[in-house]
């Protein structure tokens, strides 16, 4: 059995791409009511130019870059980019048009990655289906970060056909949750007709 905490469509795979991690922000220590809160600054763009500048890009093989390093370093990635080798991942709470006005064509990436740090809303779900519809990309989508299993079937409908689920995890018990429903009523990304167009009845 394979030892992997990544699915690919509807298998468990080795992961050939190195995702690249921004560092840690840094946070401002301040008493309150005597005690020592942690917080981080409001109103600062996330990540921060700090933590973009000191971000260490490998400098051989397949790797996922933070969706801002990548825009500050595009020319010379370019190379490399060519020779898919590089791919992307942003954040949730991120916006996609500085790169839409940077590629005409996102289907240049080989595989875009969305990282949910702590699943509180949809926004993973609403940006899989933005990916796919109106945006068009056609490569691999991958869901990684807090990835729990009962997701897994929604993002597929949304999108995702690959998932990184999180350590500690059983990779194939998620796979088995990716077929929870045989027959999903709505229209979606995956199966765009409602079972009521797909199913005639006698």
């Known amino acids: 059995m394979l030892n992997s905490q990544l699915i690919l469509n509807q298998s468990i795979i080795q992961d050939e791409w190195t995702f690249v991690p921004l560092p840690n922000a840094n946070e401002e220590v301040k008493k309150q009511a005597g005690k020592l809160v942690l917080y981080k600054l409001t109103g600062e763009s996330q990540p921060s130019e700090l933590q973009i500048n000191e971000t260490v890009i490998p400098q051989t093989g397949k790797i996922i870059l933070p969706l801002r390093v990548y825009l500050k370093n595009r020319n010379t990635l370019q190379a490399r980019l060519k020779n898919d080798e590089i791919s992307l991942w942003f954040a949730t709470h991120e916006i996609l048009e500085p790169l839409l006005a940077s590629e005409k064509n ?15 809303d949809g926004r993973i779900f609403t940006l899989g289906n933005l990916l796919r519809t109106r945006y068009q990309f056609t490569n691999i989508l991958r869901a990684c970060g ?3 299993q009962d997701q897994l079937f929604y993002l597929k409908r949304s999108g995702f056909d690959s998932y990184l689920i999180k350590a500690g995890k059983d990779s194939n018990e998620a796979l088995k949750a990716l077929q929870s429903f045989s027959e999903p009523y709505q229209g979606a990304v995956d199966i765009k007709n409602p079972v009521w167009k797909r199913k005639v009845r006698s």
């Open 106 to 120: 996102i289907n240049v990436f080989p595989l875009i990655a969305v990282f949910s740090e702590r699943f509180q």
């Open 146 to 148: 807090d990835i729990l």
